[in-house]
């Protein structure tokens, strides 16, 4: 039977379990032995991170073949528009290449929102808005750099669902069993 763990990866927190220059890493938090993280979450992003002990598990989370959907909550700086919502729904120009078409809508501040040390920055003259975002790619940055390309850099980021697997009821650094 395969071992699944449900991580609310803390925003700061590096997505592995040891690092040469001692900054947090999930060591921290996850104690189980042999269990490794189906992709990652860069350390200034927060919420779920899906560790298991099963190889063949850890790849169809992982694989984009599988079109496991990736749900974010998005901070961004500015007002989202209709048009920049339907750019993301389109597929956004990166260095890379376009990246597939995205499930994207405006939201209000999430409910469950928890408080994030340091502070997001706020800007007297400029709003912010939160949209989600859903992806079934997992490029480096991929979130943070299509918000960027159409014009609203992200200020928070939080993965809120994995395929079925969601962070319901998981404060920042709890974890549960699946």
Same mark, same amino acid.
């Given at each position: 039977?395969? !071992?699944?763990?449900?991580? /609310? ?9 040891? &690092? =040469?220059? #001692?900054?947090?890493?999930?060591? =921290?938090?996850?104690?189980?032995? #042999? ?7 860069? !350390? &200034? ?13 850890? #790849? ?6 599988? !079109? @496991?959907?990736?749900?974010? /909550? ?7 528009? %209709?048009? =920049?919502?339907?750019?993301? $729904? ?34 007297? #003259? ?6 989600? @975002? ?5 490029? /480096? $940055? ?21 395929? /079925?697997? &969601?962070?319901?009821?998981? @404060?920042?650094? %709890? =974890?549960?069993?699946?």
């Amino acid at each position: 039977m395969s !071992k699944i763990i449900l991580l /609310n990866k803390p925003y700061g927190v590096l997505c592995q379990f040891t &690092d =040469s220059e #001692n900054r947090p890493t999930l060591a =921290s938090y996850i104690h189980e032995k #042999n269990v490794y993280a189906a992709g990652r979450l860069d !350390k &200034d992003s927060e919420g779920l991170v899906i560790l298991t002990d099963d190889g063949k598990l850890q #790849n169809k989370i992982t694989d984009p073949e599988h !079109k @496991l959907v990736k749900t974010y /909550n998005v901070q961004v700086e500015g007002e989202i528009t %209709e048009k =920049s919502l339907e750019l993301l $729904r389109q597929g956004v120009k990166l260095k890379d290449g376009i990246t597939k078409p995205a499930e994207a809508k405006r939201i209000e501040e999430p409910h469950y929102l928890w408080p994030r040390e340091p502070a997001i920055r706020k800007r007297k #003259n400029i709003p912010t808005s939160w949209l989600e @975002l859903k992806i079934t790619e997992g490029r /480096n $940055r991929q979130v943070r750099r299509m918000t960027a390309a159409v014009g609203h850099p992200t200020l928070r980021l939080i993965r809120v669902q994995i395929g /079925n697997w &969601d962070l319901v009821g998981l @404060l920042p650094g %709890e =974890s549960r069993l699946a």
